[in-house]
């Protein structure tokens, strides 16, 4: 048996793998490190942040906190079945896989279910953005950073009245927010100036930031590293090996290795290490893709992150580039780029920036897809399992660039025996009984 890190002393360090260097695994070590423990991060691809979490909208934003499955939900999904340009699009051949998921993501769309899951996103979320500070105290601002808030856009006056509904509660969960009319849009984002016309109303939340999750992950790497994190990339988990109510081991593409706890942030992929040791994530890939686009000679070009209701886009600048990113397909774990989708996205940007259509850059345009790691309630799965050894730290769906810091915090409490800055009981996989 191969092992990892240094014999484990309780007196002096317990050692912990986690698997998956994606923004969940990486922000687990480097918490985990904080608290003293003997840290080895396996990823399977040849670096960090190259899966889900490599080109995602790029927004830190509680003000999303929302789950998708929202009331409704299972009518419109109906509606959209096999429809190409669909925002929510479910291919008939991931339904034999949704199954089970599928019920329980509708049940979670109850009124009420769905307003508990929001509120508990949104405190999550919340607390995220403070233990992101402590990460960038670490790692600075180099990842693109940005703290000028995100504009939520709506083109219609019932769009707008749904949403002020809502923005009360938000209120009440401790985000800050500030119900715009057109004109003042405009004035904070003046590239929107080509569709003031079509504007009917939007909210402007100063407290959300903005970043590039994948430079991200390699500046944290490297500052997980140079704090003694091993981190080992090329090294696929095959198995999870069980003994009794424990993880003994893993079998890996290097040999079998052991710690004392595992913690498993492997994505959209969780599911499937989890399932034959008997822990069962209810947790699907939900299909997403972006577009980079380089700005640089655009003329007053796009400065804040800006979501259009409407189109289910967001559009987020990251220094001189311009990343779209929407739409949402259970195709199964189909990494397959359909070009009518990034074709949406091409249209997406030219409907909210009319006056860049003409230097939107096809050739060098970056296309890409990633799948989000969907929970069945719409929250993240975090802390002990039901393996005494093995811990969770996925299922954030599309929320998991802005929940990552704190998720990566609070799990790391629990594994050194801390109270949690947050009580871990709503988001244990233990709620599904
Ligand atoms: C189009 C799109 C837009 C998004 N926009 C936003 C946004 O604006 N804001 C936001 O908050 N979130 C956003 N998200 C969601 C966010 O990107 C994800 O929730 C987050 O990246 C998930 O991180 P992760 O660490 O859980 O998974 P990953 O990044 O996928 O990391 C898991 C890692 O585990 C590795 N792995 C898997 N199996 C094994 C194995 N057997 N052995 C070894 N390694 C393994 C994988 O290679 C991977 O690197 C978006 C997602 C998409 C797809």
Redesign the pocket.
């Known amino acids: 048996m191969v092992t990892i890190g240094h014999r484990f002393n309780r007196q002096l360090r317990m050692r912990v793998i986690i ?7 990486l922000t687990t070590a480097w918490f985990a490190r904080a608290h003293g423990m003997e840290v080895t991060v ?4 040849s670096g960090v ?5 490599f080109a ?6 509680a003000s999303q906190a929302n789950p998708w499955n929202e009331p409704g939900v299972f009518w419109h999904a109906l509606k959209m079945l096999g429809k190409e340009d669909a925002a929510l699009l479910v291919r008939l051949k991931a339904l034999p896989y949704l199954l089970g998921w599928g019920w329980q993501f509708v049940r979670h769309s109850a009124p009420q279910r769905y307003l508990k899951n929001f509120e508990k996103n949104a405190r999550l979320a919340h607390h995220s953005l403070a233990s992101m500070a402590t990460l960038r105290a670490a790692i600075g601002t180099g990842y693109h950073y940005a703290a000028r808030g995100t504009l939520k856009l709506f083109r219609t006056e019932a769009a707008v009245r749904a949403a002020e509904q809502m923005t009360h509660q938000l209120a009440e969960w401790g985000i800050a927010y500030e119900a715009v009319n057109a004109g003042r849009a405009v004035e904070l984002e003046p590239a929107l100036g080509g569709i003031e016309s079509a504007i009917a109303g939007g909210l402007y939340f100063p407290d959300d930031e903005s970043g590039d ?1 994948h430079r991200f992950c390699e500046l944290l790497a490297a500052d997980c590293r140079a704090r003694g994190v091993k981190i080992e990339c090329n ?3 095959k198995q999870l090996l069980r003994a009794g109510d424990r993880i003994e081991g893993m079998l890996s593409s290097v040999g079998v290795l052991s710690a004392d706890a595992y913690v498993l ?5 969780s599911p499937l ?1 989890a399932a034959p040791v008997g822990v069962n994530l209810p947790v699907r890939p939900a299909k ?3 577009l980079t686009l380089t700005t640089q000679g655009w003329k007053d070009r796009p400065s804040l992150p800006v979501i259009d209701d409407s189109l289910h886009a ?1 559009v987020c600048p990251l220094g001189d580039r311009l990343r779209v ?1 929407g739409t949402a397909e259970f195709a199964g774990y189909d990494l397959k780029l359909t070009p009518s989708r990034i074709d949406n996205l091409f249209h997406l940007v030219t409907q909210l920036y009319p006056a860049f259509a003409p230097h939107l850059n096809r050739e060098t345009a970056v296309r890409w897809c ?4 969907m929970s069945a309630d719409g929250v993240g799965l975090m802390g002990r399992s039901s393996l005494a050894n093995l811990y969770l730290n ?1 299922g ?7 929940m990552a810091a704190g998720a990566g915090q609070l799990v790391a409490d629990e594994l050194a025996g801390q109270t949690p800055g947050l009580d871990l009981a709503p988001y244990r996989l233990a709620r599904f009984g």
């Open positions: 698997i998956g260097g994606g923004l969940l695994g396996l990823e399977r691809e942040g190259r899966a889900t979490s995602n909208g790029g927004m830190l934003h999750a090294v696929k988990i942030a492997a994505g959209p992929w290490l997403g893709y972006s967001a990113a990633g799948l989000r790691p996925t954030h769906g599309p929320l998991g660039w802005t």
